[in-house]
């Protein structure tokens, strides 16, 4: 055997001597183990069993017996056996060796030896020498039997004496194994030990709800009954309370399982458990409130609370968080319309649209109860409201051509449209429909202000129309479709025309105060004003008076321009008054329109800056002499400008009145002369019954009498101007009477029901009527024509002589200019410049008293007289002063302006002429007989039409015939000429007009003319001739429509002043500061906070 061999045989050897220890250990510590957990066992046992340890003994011994058993097993089982399996090793080499050496002495050291040296370096040949010298020694030694199992053999009385122990308990007293067992492992619960009576426990369940109060009710059975009974809980000893023949104990508000025990006279009851069972809870919920879409408002989020006040057709959802509860239901006032609300987990939803208030109730259920408390709620719905309106209204009382609308209108949600209805009846037309005319709004402001101003001037309101209106508006109600409210109905009535007539010589009674007064206050300025300029001529300083007086004269003066502005106002609102009356005459009309520009030009810009100038001047302490003395010169000038300005202005206005009063008389008369001839036609057909027609007669007759008055006022109107016009009253006086008779006459014949003879009296009173217009208004041309040739002739001489003193003073302007002051001409030079000063004033007399008659002279060429005047003064006065250069620049400015009113005075003298050239024209037209106007072509193609037709059935022949036939298309040739030259004017009857439509018509007028001539008179001639009518007459219609669509667009385009008064301005303007206000509100806020902004605003309106 080699060294290696005999090395590895020892230590398998000694490995197998350390498998044979571990085993003996294992069996040794299971004799241990066994022994100590047999005993332990038996004596725990038999303790509890004999003294029914409380809870934490018992603990104790349960947990001190599982600690003493995981000790042995780990210490006498476990780790035997992991050495056993090599997961452990107890023993190394060195140990072994040592274990057997202590069996085998003799081989102790060699042993040792051998083990130690088999880790040395083995190629050192003296140590594996040794080693295989040592290990062949020791091999024949069975180390095995160093360990043997017989020297276990006195401990199995460790085990033996338990288990005889053991065993006898369980044969004689198992209960102490199994009571004591039993109680040891269930150590928490109480163990007493047997009583002599009985607790019984009388609840049907130990169950309750938690949070809520139980009653235990306890009754006790058997021999001995004790006096008390007390209950343990919660380390709690308390003493029932005795009720009658049982025990009462109370748990309040519990939040957990309870258990309890009972005691009576020192002995225990078993443990009793209280169980808990949850009732469903709502820990919280939210709704969200979803409006209405037209409300434009976000959704919002009502947090615990169920009571809400919403829109109606708001939609809730609730959305509820509850523990417990398998089931939510919402029970509304209507049973069938109860709610399950949807789960997810612990959350429940629902949703319905509220129309109405309702009450409701939440009910929470789950497998054991429903909620303890009743949970109700309310929804308050607020229906939408319908939207207020208010009205305050201003109408133009003086032309009725505007109205000017002004309210309140609001709505608790939202304003859509906004519209003004109104209608136009009059006595022709009772029963007209409402239109409307929109109004804007801002639909995102609840509350809100409106103002509309309304041209009523586009209505053509005529004299006796009714204008009836309201303002209606409408809110945003998306639910039941928008609601309106809408104001009372307003009235503006249209005087008829003898209210207007009234109204009318009313206004022109206040212009003319108004000019009067503003004429005497203008004469006495002037007259104050040439006082303080003497004054001012002796004076070097001004004193304190003086000043006084002269700022008293600046406030006169703008009172003056006061009264000028508001004597304008009326004169502009007589016009246009007169021309709701009716159409002024196209001469009236400019007349007026020129009277209008004199009394526009009144006040001038450059008075007004001299009186600014004055003002200033006052202001200083002391304002120099030289200054205050020109500029008062200048003002002086121009007072006296104003006052003939004035004075002229009147006396034109007056003979303005005259005129016109005469135009209104004859245009009723003409209408007067055709409502007697159409009612003389109704009397002789019986038309109507006689009482009607003496009705309609008795109103021809006060007509008739107010216009006699008429013609008093006129007379009187005459003899207020300063060159009164000749008229004939005495034979108008006698007219007036026959028509009176004949008018008279008529009524008593109907009376007597003659109605031919009726019919007669009537025509005659209609001819006359007639006659006596057409009188008057060849007086009044007669009147035109004679007063404009006088003033022709007026107006020439004047310009001659203005012509011939701009001659004269240029010749002597320049031999001034070769004089010097000691020159002996120079004194006869001034006095020929002061003989052209008095030729001067000469001509301004004639021009101003020539310029109160006639219209077109400008309101400037009273200026520029004035001007001339002042320079030629100026020159005088330089002249006395010696001073020659400055005497002839002020003579150059007197010529200047002497040569512009020769211009000027030209183009009036041509404006005159040709003014005068269409009057004659105009007249003889008239005289004549005027040329055929758009509506007469119907009327006289259907008279020919009539001729022609008669002339086929009369059956003439020969040369009868052909003399008829000629006429007749000469009467055609006349008619179709003179609708071409209608045509050739622009005078178009219809719209399509042109070489078109009138083209058609001419050329079968020329074919019709061309069947006359040859004398071909057949049926297709007279359906010609009918056709040609029915165009002609479409033509017309056509014609008439657009004529008045023009009148009807010129009229209202005119501009119409638009006064409001004073207060209703200042209730604009807090509106508008309210709506101002009111657009300052935060957006944010809201709906309630907004609809309590303008609830304040109305309180403070209010």
Avoid: C
């Avoid at 989020?301 to 239901?329: C, K, Y």
């Avoid at 008739?704 to 007379?715: A, I, N, T, V």
């Avoid at 007289?865 to 100026?874: E, I, R």
């Avoid at 009148?1047 to 500061?1073: M, N």
């Amino acid at each position: 055997m080699n060294q290696h061999d005999a090395m590895d045989r020892l230590l398998y050897q000694l490995q197998a001597f350390k498998k044979k220890f571990y085993l003996n250990l294992l069996l040794r510590g299971s004799i241990f183990a066994v022994g100590l957990l047999m005993s332990i066992y038996i004596v725990y046992s038999l303790l509890e069993y004999i003294f029914y340890f409380p809870v934490f003994v018992r603990a104790f011994l349960l947990f001190s017996f599982v600690a003493l058993t995981i000790y042995a097993l780990v210490r006498w089982i476990i780790l035997p056996l992991s050495a056993l399996t090599n997961l452990r090793k107890l023993l190394s080499d060195e140990q072994a060796a040592a274990r057997v050496g202590d069996h085998y002495p003799e081989i102790k050291d060699k042993l040792l030896n051998a083990i130690q040296l088999k880790d040395l370096d083995r190629t050192n040949e003296l140590i594996a020498a040794s080693i295989a010298q040592r290990s062949s020694q020791l091999v024949n030694y069975p180390f095995e039997e160093a360990v043997t199992y017989r020297e276990n053999k006195p401990l199995l009385k460790y085990i033996a004496l338990p288990a005889v122990v053991m065993l006898l308990i369980a044969l004689l007293y198992p209960t102490i194994f199994v009571q004591g067992t039993e109680r040891i492992l269930n150590y928490k619960k109480h163990y007493t030990p047997l009583a002599p009576f009985r607790f019984v426990v009388e609840n049907e369940s130990l169950q309750t709800y938690r949070g809520e109060d139980f009653e235990l009710k306890v009754q006790l059975e058997g021999k001995t009954i004790p006096n008390e009974v007390y209950i343990h809980y919660n380390g709690r000893r308390q003493r029932l309370q005795k009720n009658g023949n049982g025990y009462t104990y109370t748990f309040k508000q519990l939040q957990r399982p309870m258990g309890f025990q009972l005691e009576g006279s020192g002995f225990m009851s078993d443990d009793y458990n209280l169980n808990l069972l949850s009732r469903p809870s709502l820990k919280n919920f939210h709704m969200e409130v979803v409006y209405p879409a037209y409300l434009n408002r976000k959704p919002e989020l009502i947090q615990n609370t169920g009571n809400a006040t919403v829109p109606a057709g708001s939609t809730i959802t609730w959305n509820f968080d509850a523990t417990e509860t398998e089931r939510v239901e919402i029970k509304l006032e209507n049973p069938s319309e109860t709610l399950v609300a949807k789960s997810k987990a612990n959350l429940f939803t629902a949703s319905k649209q509220f129309t109405e208030s309702q009450n409701y109730g939440v009910d929470l259920r789950n497998a054991h109860s429903t909620s303890k408390e009743e949970i109700n709620y309310q929804i308050t719905t607020i229906p939408d409201r319908h939207p207020q309106i208010t009205l305050e209204q201003f109408h133009d009382s003086a032309l009725y051509r505007f109205v000017v609308l002004a309210g309140e209108i609001a709505d608790d949600y939202g304003l859509t449209r906004l519209v003004l209805n109104y209608k136009v009846t009059n006595d022709k037309n009772p029963q007209a429909k409402y239109k409307s005319v929109p109004i804007g709004l801002n639909r995102q402001q609840l509350n809100q202000t409106y103002y509309h101003q309304w041209n009523t001037a586009g209505l053509q309101l005529n004299p006796g129309d009714k204008l009836e209106y309201f303002v209606q508006v409408w809110d945003n109600d998306g639910l039941k479709g928008p609601k309106s409210a809408r104001t009372r109905s307003f009235e503006l009535r249209v005087p008829s025309k003898k209210d207007l007539e009234q109204e009318l010589i009313s206004n022109a009674q206040s212009v003319e105060s108004q000019l009067s007064k503003s004429l005497e206050r203008s004469t006495k300025l002037k007259e104050e004003l040439a006082q303080s300029e003497e004054k001012m001529k002796t004076k070097r300083d001004l004193n304190w008076q003086d000043k006084k007086q002269l700022e008293d004269l600046a406030e006169k003066r703008k009172q003056l321009e006061q009264d000028i502005s508001s004597m304008k106002e009326l004169f502009d609102e007589l016009n246009k008054k007169q021309n709701m009356l009716s159409e002024q005459d196209k001469q009236l009309a400019e007349k007026a329109q020129e009277l209008k520009k004199l009394m526009d030009s009144l006040l001038d810009e450059e008075t007004k800056k001299l009186y600014e100038e004055l003002e200033k001047l006052l202001q200083e302490q002391s304002p120099k002499d030289s200054e205050l003395q020109k500029l008062l010169s200048k003002l002086d000038n121009r007072e006296r400008n104003l006052e003939r300005e004035l004075e002229r202005a009147l006396e034109l206005f007056k003979q303005l009145q005259f005129e016109q009063k005469l135009d209104n008389i004859t245009n009723k008369l003409e209408e007067m002369a055709k409502e007697q001839e159409e009612l003389a036609d109704k009397t002789v057909q019986k038309q109507e019954d006689n009482k009607q027609l003496q009705q309609e007669q008795e109103g021809i007759k006060e007509e008739f009498e107010q216009l006699k008055q008429d013609m008093k006022d006129l007379k009187e109107l005459n003899d207020k101007l300063q060159n009164p016009n000749q008229m004939d009253d005495q034979q108008m006086q006698q007219e007036q009477q026959q028509i009176e008779q004949d008018m008279e006459q008529g009524q008593q014949q109907l009376e007597k029901n003659q109605n031919k003879k009726a019919s007669e009296s009537q025509q005659k009173a209609g001819e006359k009527m007639k006659q006596m217009a057409q009188q008057m208004e060849q007086m009044q041309n007669s009147m035109s024509m004679q007063g404009m040739e006088q003033n022709l002739d007026n107006l020439r001489d004047i310009l001659e002589n203005l012509i011939k003193l701009s001659f004269d003073q240029e010749g002597l302007m320049k031999s001034f200019r070769g004089v010097n002051q000691s020159d002996p001409r120079f004194i006869s030079l001034s006095q020929q410049q002061l003989s052209l000063r008095d030729n001067a004033k000469v001509i301004e007399d004639s021009l101003f008293a020539l310029a109160k008659k006639v219209f077109q002279l400008e309101s400037f060429v009273t200026r520029e007289v004035a001007q001339m005047n002042q320079s030629m003064d100026n020159s005088m006065k330089d002249l006395r002063d010696r001073n020659v250069g400055r005497a002839t620049a002020q003579q150059q400015l007197a010529m200047t302006s002497m040569n512009n009113l020769a211009l000027m005075l030209n183009d009036a003298l041509k404006q005159m002429q040709q003014a005068m050239q269409q009057m004659q024209g105009s007249m003889a037209s008239k005289q004549k007989g005027s040329k055929p106007q758009p509506g007469d072509f119907g009327q006289m193609q259907d008279a020919l039409n009539k001729k022609i037709e008669e002339l086929k059935k009369g059956g003439k022949s020969g040369k009868a015939l052909s003399e008829e036939l000629a006429k007749l298309a000469a009467e055609q040739e006349a008619l179709r000429n003179a609708l071409k030259e209608m045509e050739k004017q622009g005078q178009k009857p219809g719209e399509k007009g042109g070489n078109g439509e009138l083209g058609n018509i001419t050329k079968m007028m020329e074919q019709s003319e061309t069947d006359l001539v040859n004398k071909r008179l057949t049926d297709q001639t007279i359906m010609r001739q009918r056709e040609i009518l029915t165009r002609l007459l479409e033509a017309e219609k056509s014609m008439k429509e657009r004529e008045l669509d023009n009148k009807r667009e010129a009229k209202s385009a005119q501009d119409v002043a638009r006064r409001v008064p004073p207060s209703f301005e200042k209730y604009l303007r807090t509106k508008e500061k309210q709506t101002e206000l009111l657009q300052t509100v935060p957006p944010a806020l809201t709906p309630y906070y907004k609809q309590k902004v303008s609830e304040y605003f109305q309180h403070m309106s209010n």
